[in-house]
């Protein structure tokens, strides 16, 4: 099924005698695999306002996010939250969408400074398991009662609705950026490093450490501005030894790469998603095994392992989360991708299925621990 409008769509769940699998462009296929009618959001595109002097955009769930920001770089703006583009990384193709990246919360480096996807989402319209037609939020900040459905659908993976049109709030794109990169380090010292460097006041927006033990910080900005921010950075963190400084077409390129996990693209391995604190991210990833890339300061770890390594059961109870984010269908179906929820959280979780999926239609099982 690809309904071209909202209304066809709400008719298509309203209809549902079994379960349906959600899909817009079709390059996030994780959690488990879904059984049911393949149900495909992609004829709902295009933009449906875009104000640039309001820092505002509407469009559509299908809107390929490539389109997105093509017209964003015109006005000189963009998406605060830098997403991740998954295809390399999961091996698929088609075109990342605007729905599929809210439903997923796809969020790139820049998130220690931005916030998330679900801190610039500002609106949604969405069908809910019921053929019902939702809408919540606007075209502006503003706060809400009730549920705030905006930061719900956020992250929710097509569980409670499906999206139909989402609302954002913009940034300007910067006039020049930088990164600051040494060679050489070891995870516990570029750990200590990307600690300090988020500490000072030069407004560092992405910090991480790759696999060959290069060590990144990027500041972005006035160009003259950020050379001076480079420069101060670089005196201040001399004692984890020399620094180069890189130009803005090299920050592009290299962020890029670390924004989509490149360095695991052709690699073999499961690759796990693991949150946590930045300072228990060394230890962590000794006890795990495995290959790190660290960003957002070390608050994010990406894991290569070993084909079908549970490595939950490896690391045992720690505080953080780990999310099993590539593997193949049979390790998906044994070993649960989302990390199970506490007692209370579950039962939010239960209550808010209930409420928006009474019948259980929409991606029933695909966050199931």
């Known amino acids: ?30 959690g488990r695999p879904q059984p049911g009618a393949l149900l495909e959001t992609g004829a709902l595109s295009g ?17 390929p996010l490539a389109e997105v920001e093509a017209a964003l770089a015109v006005e000189g703006q963009r998406l605060p939250f830098e997403p991740m583009d998954h295809r390399g990384l999961l091996r698929t193709t088609g075109e990342p969408t605007l ?13 220690v400074q931005a916030g998330a996807c679900r801190d610039s989402l500002i609106g949604v319209r969405f069908v809910d398991g019921t053929g019902t037609i939702v809408k919540n939020g606007g075209r502006v900040m503003k706060n809400v009662t009730g549920y705030d459905l905006v930061k719900l659908m956020a992250g929710s993976w097509g569980t409670l609705g499906v999206l139909t049109e989402v609302a954002f709030k913009l940034l300007p794109a910067p006039e020049s950026a930088a990164t600051i990169l040494w060679q050489g380090l070891d995870s516990a010292s570029a750990l200590r490093l990307m600690a300090e460097a988020l500490k000072t006041p030069w407004e560092v927006n992405a910090a991480a450490h790759l696999p060959d033990q290069r060590t990144l910080l990027r500041v972005e900005g ?32 290299l962020w890029a790469q670390v924004r989509d996990v490149a360095p695991f693209h052709d690699q073999d391995g499961d690759v796990w998603r693991i949150a946590v604190k930045p300072s228990d ?8 095994g495995g ?11 990406w894991l290569r392992v070993g084909e079908g390594v549970d490595l939950r059961a490896r690391l045992g109870a720690f505080p953080g989360h780990a999310t099993l984010i590539r593997a193949s269908v049979e390790t998906r179906r044994h070993i649960a991708p989302f990390p199970p929820e506490p007692p209370a959280i579950a039962a939010l979780t239960r209550g808010l299925r209930a409420r928006f999926d009474p019948r259980g239609v929409l991606n029933p099982g695909l966050m199931d621990a």
Do not use: C, H
């Not at 991210?281 to 795990?288: E, F, I, M, R």
């Not at 290959?291 to 770890?301: C, F, S, V």
């Open 1 to 30: 099924m690809r309904p071209e409008t909202e209304a066809e769509l709400a008719e298509a769940i309203r209809l549902a005698s079994a379960p349906l699998a959600i899909r817009g462009g079709g390059t996030r296929p994780v």
């Open 291 to 301: 290959e790190a890339l660290y960003d957002w300061g070390g608050g994010l770890i």
């Open 281 to 288: 991210a060394a230890a962590l990833v000794a006890k795990a």
């Open 99 to 111: 729905g599929g990246m809210v439903a997923a919360n796809a969020s790139g480096p820049r998130r």
């Open 222 to 253: 006035f160009a003259r501005s950020v050379a001076y921010r480079a420069d101060e950075l670089a005196k201040a963190l001399a004692p984890f030894g020399r620094s180069v400084t890189l130009g803005a077409a090299e920050t592009a390129s």
């Open 47 to 63: 933009i449906t306002l875009y104000e640039p002097g309001a820092l505002t955009l509407v469009a559509k769930a299908g809107t």
